[in-house]
């Protein structure tokens, strides 16, 4: 009875406008407006019954993307918005002219450059350039801002690089060796002492030295600027990895569970417990020592007098690599995530296929070693807030609309969407689940590139809904843009979202 009398006042109104210029176009757009009502009615009735039932939300959405098709095909709806393409881009934002939903337009500021190498460390070097080794290619590489790569043949299998206090790189090399390459390219070599020691992380010490570690071998390395190699043995079984210069004169180094090692300049060598495995260390911008932990998934801040203090993560893996920012925050590599960690503690990831080592560059960027992908990334460190590999958690707590994806993404007192009034609107909101699948073009599977209109870009990531599962409160629903599936995940996990705005 409802759509009845809608559909006949739609009919009233444009005869009453007929003996005016407005009469073909209020008609249509009238009837325009009741077909697309009736279409999203029609499509969440079915999304809510599919929901308790079967999951095959698919069907719906099949149903919904053909209503458009056949508005095509309806003269009476000629100068209407239901006739034309179905999404319009408005710059930031697109519109979706079945749904009248306004959906937030992600943007990719992620940069790829393939390495055809296996970069398994990576460093800013004093030339202005970034360098990598490649012990698959048996190569010392150099990769400009610009992704211009040069390869230098180093000869047997470089591991690990940084920059000595001669201006040269210094890295070593599993074939028992340490060397530098100038940045002309030149390489000098020096033998490490200790057979199949695998040396494995270099740094640059307080005292004008280089300091490495030897996994296999079980001894911290020092060489000079002449080539001059010193070893300190450490008990069996310390297999020391990661290394740093701290600011107290020291070198730190990771180790098998649970502790870190400290090295003097006259290689005295003490360890201090630490709550969890440690898989990357590195001196902060604040002059702490930091380290990313596998277990827990964290990362840990020490200070000079030893106190520990934790920062928990999402689960979404372990942490691994870990480097100081120009801007003051701690960046991490995190399984297939980048993060960044504030002062007060904040934590942001992006979604970016990034397990490896991450560093600055010399054009302020954050650069990472994506060393499985073989692919060096340039990633921006003041990201856009529509960046499309953002990730945030639904819910802090377990239940509540409390986690970053509200708090941070939405409503942060400066980058906030509804606080900064993004596209002139502060009434920005996370997507119900059929308001997220509405706009996916195919049924399950989907062979589209994300599954959606061109106009989105490649989506190819799990977003968020508003909606959490009606078997369990600590579960919201998602979506994988990838093929357009749909499941329930603990609102703990760190996932994409889109914000919208309007609708029927």
């Known amino acids: ?28 757009q009238r009837l325009c407006d009741f077909a697309r009502t009736s279409a999203w009615k029609d499509y969440t009735s079915c999304i809510d019954r599919r929901l ?12 919904y993307i053909r209503k458009w098709e056949s508005f095509q095909r309806r003269k009476s709806l000629t100068g209407s918005t239901c006739i034309g393409a179905r999404f319009t881009d408005n710059g930031g934002t697109v519109t979706d002219n079945l749904s009248g939903l306004v959906w937030e337009k992600k943007i990719n500021q992620l940069t790829e450059y393939y390495a055809a190498a296996n970069p398994s460390d990576l460093t800013a070097g004093p030339d202005g350039n970034l360098w990598f080794p490649s012990g698959g290619t048996h190569e010392i590489c150099k990769i400009t801002t610009d ?47 200790t057979v199949n020691s695998a040396p494995m992380h270099i740094t640059a010490g307080s005292d004008g030295n280089l300091w490495f570690t030897e996994n296999r071998g079980d001894k911290i390395g020092k060489v000079t600027l002449a080539g001059v190699v010193t070893e300190y043995p450490l008990p069996p079984n310390t297999y020391p990895n ?5 600011a107290d004169g020291n070198v730190w180094f990771t180790k098998a569970c649970c502790s870190l090692g400290k090295v003097t300049p006259a290689g005295e060598i003490t360890f201090v417990p630490i709550p969890g495995d440690a898989t990357g260390i590195t001196t902060g911008p604040d002059g702490n020592l930091w380290i990313s932990l596998q277990i827990p998934d964290s990362l840990a801040k020490m200070t000079a007098d030893g106190s520990i203090t934790l920062y928990p ?15 003051g925050n701690m960046w991490f590599t995190h399984e297939s995530w980048i993060g960044k960690l504030t002062p007060a503690g904040v934590v942001t990831e992006w979604a970016v296929g990034a397990e490896g080592i991450i560093t600055m560059g010399p054009d302020g960027n ?25 990730t945030f958690a639904w819910s802090a707590g377990g239940v509540n609309e409390d986690g970053a994806m509200f708090t941070t993404f939405l409503n942060d007192p400066v980058t906030g969407l509804n606080t900064s009034g993004f596209a002139g609107s502060k009434g920005w909101r996370i997507p119900t689940i059929a308001e997220l699948d509405s706009f996916i073009l195919q049924g399950f599977p989907c062979t589209l590139v994300a599954c959606t209109d061109p106009i989105f870009g490649a989506l190819p990531y799990n977003y968020w809904s508003m909606t959490s599962t009606g078997r369990d409160s600590h579960h919201a629903w998602l979506i994988d843009f990838d093929v357009g599936w ?19």
């Open 147 to 193: 992704g211009v790569i040069t390869r230098y043949l180093e000869g047997t299998a470089p591991n690990s690089i940084t920059v000595g206090p001669d201006g040269n790189l210094w890295f070593t090399s599993y074939a028992d060796k340490v060397g530098n390459i100038t940045t002309a390219g030149v390489v000098t070599e020096y033998s490490v002492p």
């Open 52 to 63: 308790v039932t079967d999951l095959a939300i698919a069907k719906c959405r099949y149903t």
């Open 242 to 246: 990661h290394i740093t210069a701290g």
């Open 1 to 28: 009875m409802t759509r009845w009398l809608a559909f006949v006042g739609a009919c009233c109104a444009a005869i009453l406008c007929a003996a005016t210029p407005c009469a073909a176009t209020t008609q249509a």
């Open 313 to 327: 993560l999402p689960p979404n893996g372990g942490a691994t690599g870990i480097a100081g920012g120009a801007d």
């Open 486 to 504: 749909v499941n329930g995940v603990d609102k703990a996990f760190a996932l994409s979202m889109f914000a919208v705005r309007g609708g029927l």
């Open 366 to 390: 954050v650069w990472i070693a994506k060393d499985g992908a073989q692919r060096i990334a340039k990633f921006p460190i003041a990201p856009s807030p529509h960046e499309q590999h953002a």
